[in-house]
Nanobody
Framework: QVQLVESGGGLVQAGGSLRLSCVGSGRTFSSYAMGWFRQAAGKEREFVAHISWSGGSTYYADSVKGRFTISRDNAKNMVYLQMNSLKPEDTAVYFC?????????????????WGQGTQVTVSS
């Protein structure tokens, strides 16, 4: 079992940057692929980014490519999402997720563990 806790959300002006952090529990943290989803108010969950267990492979939603960077530090049981050039459309609750599998997935139901979420608000 893996427990995830996100932090780093807040209010930022359009064009600014923010870094989200997620800490995971469990001795086998490094065996899980990790990712981020987001959910805007009144909308469905949306895939944001994914990183393999080793950190060697990353995938991004088209809406964030070139602006967001996902990374992980297995020694610290941490995963990060660096968000640059933020837009009002990025406003959402961001969730850290973990998945035990052979590949990546943009589908929420294929992730086994979810954090509680952290709010990101980008003002115009």
């Amino acid at each position: 079992q893996v427990q995830l806790v996100e932090s780093g959300g807040g209010l930022v002006q359009a064009g600014g940057s923010l870094r989200l952090s997620c800490v995971g529990s469990g001795r086998t943290f490094s065996s899980y692929a990790m990712g981020w989803f987001r959910q805007a108010a009144g909308k469905e969950r949306e895939f944001v980014a994914h990183i393999s267990w080793s950190g060697g492979s990353t995938y991004y939603a088209d809406s964030v490519k070139g602006r967001f960077t996902i990374s992980r530090d297995n020694a610290k049981n941490m995963v990060y999402l660096q968000m640059n050039s933020l837009k009002p459309e990025d406003t959402a609750v961001y969730f850290c997720v973990a998945r035990s599998g052979t590949g990546w997935s943009p589908r929420p139901y294929e992730y086994d563990y979810w954090g509680q979420g952290t709010q990101v608000t980008v003002s115009s």
